[in-house]
């Protein structure tokens, strides 16, 4: 499969300030204002996943980057 973008393809780029916004803010409350607000349940799964485990590893051009 070719992962590599083409001019003319559409993406997302997701920041997430994992430190303030998640320490702050309930994570069912999060979860649940998403679901509201109309994010799609996969997007809200991968969310969930991010903020309940004690690490995570993004993937940068299709390889994980290293833990954090």
């Known amino acids: 499969m070719d992962t590599s973008w083409k001019r003319g393809d559409y993406g997302m780029i997701i920041?997430?300030?994992m430190e303030n916004a998640f320490d702050k803010v309930r994570?069912?409350?999060l979860l649940k204002v998403m679901?509201?607000?109309g994010f799609v349940s996969i997007f809200i799964q991968w969310v969930a996943l991010c903020i309940s485990s004690?690490?995570?590893g993004p993937l940068?051009?299709?390889r994980v980057t290293g833990f954090f």
């Open 35 to 37: 679901h509201k607000m």
């Open 54 to 56: 004690p690490s995570i």
């Open 60 to 62: 940068v051009n299709g």
């Open 15 to 17: 920041k997430f300030d």
């Open 27 to 29: 994570h069912e409350f």
